[in-house]
T-cell receptor, first 116, second 113 residues
Framework: NAGVTQTPKFRILKIGQSMTLQCTQDMNHNYMYWYRQDPGMGLKLIYY???????DKGEVPNGYNVSRSTTEDFPLRLELAAPSQTSVYFC???????????????FGPGTRLTVT | AQSVTQLGSHVSVSEGALVLLRCNYSSSVPPYLFWYVQYPNQGLQLLLK??????LVKGINGFEAEFKKSETSFHLTKPSAHMSDAAEYFC???????????FGPGTSLSVIP
């Protein structure tokens, strides 16, 4: 199993540009998440999904959009990039079923995004 | 509402010394508690978790944590630090809800030779 994979690893965007951060998991997990990590701030939840076709906002959703057309993929879209979106973005997944391990999250390696 | 505080954004220990990373939480119901580790330029990896079974939880790489309800704490310890333990450590809490895991701000651990 590859686990959770993210592309690209690094990206530099100009203000106002758009891009999609890709996330794929091969563990057949129901739940998927997008976080951003800023220095000294821990992780903030952007969006999450409890299954294909279902998404919901997290703590900091403004400026982002998501979709979940399959169990495996959960892309994050930035429409009009702003300097405040400079961050490291992590995708994660979890089984989302009752029982041991249900609440564990498995993280991808992250995408380092700079907006200038 | 859930919240997590980690005392000390940076902790330095000598190689072979005790590691103690502090985590306190607030929760209105019995929580699930986690410690994750993040090595440089990598994603987070689960170290250990508390899910209402034994209060002393053993994890990977010799780490353990004790759930103390009266103190609302879940401190992480390791008897003897190794150079490879240098990383960022995050405490997290969930109120038995798959979609609401709250992460603390993290503690950066340095190990001095």
């Amino acid at each position: 199993n590859a686990g959770v994979t993210q592309t690209p690893k690094f990206r530099i965007l100009k203000i106002g540009q758009s891009m999609t951060l890709q996330c794929t998991q091969d563990m057949n997990h129901n739940y998927m998440y997008w976080y951003r990590q800023d220095p000294g701030m821990g992780l903030k939840l952007i969006y999450y999904s409890v299954g294909a076709g279902i998404t919901d906002k997290g703590e900091v959703p403004n400026g982002y959009n998501v979709s979940r057309s399959t169990t495996e993929d959960f892309p994050l879209r930035l429409e009009l990039a702003a300097p405040s979106q400079t961050s490291v973005y992590f995708c994660a997944s979890s089984p989302g079923l009752a029982g041991v391990g249900a609440y564990e999250q498995y993280f991808g390696p992250g995408t380092r995004l700079t907006v200038t | 509402a859930q919240s997590v505080t980690q005392l000390g954004s940076h902790v330095s220990v000598s190689e072979g010394a005790l590691v103690l990373l502090r985590c306190n939480y607030s929760s209105s119901v019995p929580p699930y508690l986690f410690w994750y580790v993040q090595y440089p330029n990598q994603g987070l990896q689960l170290l250990l978790k508390y899910t209402s079974a034994a209060t002393l939880v053993k994890g990977i790489n010799g780490f353990e944590a004790e759930f103390k309800k009266s103190e609302t704490s879940f401190h992480l310890t390791k008897p003897s630090a190794h150079m490879s333990d240098a990383a960022e450590y995050f405490c997290a809490v969930s109120e038995a809800s798959y979609d609401k895991v709250i992460f603390g701000p993290g503690t950066s651990l340095s190990v001095i030779p």
